[in-house]
């Protein structure tokens, strides 16, 4: 079993929609969770970084992680077309250790 | 640009060559990490530093790979005798050891075993 499991899609959306990407995890000793944007051809670009449960809000992005369902989410509001990407969770259980990543998911919005 | 740096972007190699990739991190960061990311995966953790010592390397990194990093800035990743299966893009992050330890990724070195 991977540490990380993500659904890579593809997902299709039309623009304006909400998007909902998620992933779980089987090791519960991660308290640090992140999500990336990446592009094709291109280097991961931080997103979002939470700790722990709870919520994390940043313009049109909330991060939500519930630590006891080992499941996190990442929410896109009013999406738009430049939001096409890949979306990489990633997970540690300290700062400084390496981090675990999922397989992306693959998403599209349609103008 | 404060940004992480990699170089060279792209490299082609033959099979049984030797390659070195090298990345400049974000200057106060004191970690640096290598990852390799193959189509369709997420990045695989190969090894990482903190400062000049490395304190972690994956069991994927076979005695073929060999990371450096002299006086604690810039790294270099080494593949000596290349292989097919080699071929991936491999990602350079850093972060600061203080705090929540966001990594911050390079573009990427990118990687073609002919």
């Known amino acids: 079993q991977k540490e990380v499991e993500q659904d890579p899609g593809p997902l299709s959306v039309p623009e304006g929609a909400i998007v909902s990407l998620n992933c779980t995890y089987s090791?519960?000793?991660?308290?640090?969770f992140m999500w990336y944007r990446q592009y094709s051809r291109k280097g991961p670009e931080l997103l979002m970084y939470?700790?722990?449960?709870g919520n994390k809000e940043d313009g049109r992005f909330t991060a939500q992680v519930d630590k006891s369902s080992k499941y996190i989410s990442l929410f896109i509001r009013d999406s738009q077309p430049s939001d096409s990407a890949t979306y990489l969770c990633?997970?540690?259980?300290?700062?400084?250790?390496?981090?675990?990543f999922g397989t992306g998911t693959s998403l599209t919005v349609i103008p | 640009d404060t940004g992480v740096s990699q170089d060279p972007r792209h490299k082609i190699t033959k099979r049984g060559q030797n390659v070195t990739f090298r990345c400049d991190p974000i200057?106060?960061?004191?970690?640096l990490y290598w990852y390799r990311q193959t189509l369709g995966q997420g990045p695989e953790f190969l090894t990482y530093?903190?400062?000049?010592?490395?304190?972690?390397k994956s069991r994927l990194l076979s005695d073929r790979f060999s990371a450096e990093r002299p006086k604690g800035s810039f790294s270099t990743l080494e593949i000596q005798r290349t292989e097919q299966g080699d071929s991936a893009m491999y990602l350079c992050?850093?972060?600061?050891?203080?705090?929540?330890?966001?990594?911050?990724f390079g573009e990427g070195s990118r990687l073609t075993v002919l």
């Open positions: 200057s106060e960061h004191n970690r």
């Open positions: 530093f903190q400062n000049e010592a490395q304190l972690e």
């Open positions: 992050a850093s972060s600061l050891f203080e705090g929540i330890g966001e990594l911050f």
């Open positions: 990633a997970m540690s259980p300290n700062t400084g250790n390496q981090f675990y």
């Open positions: 090791n519960s000793a991660f308290q640090y």
């Open positions: 939470t700790y722990s449960s």
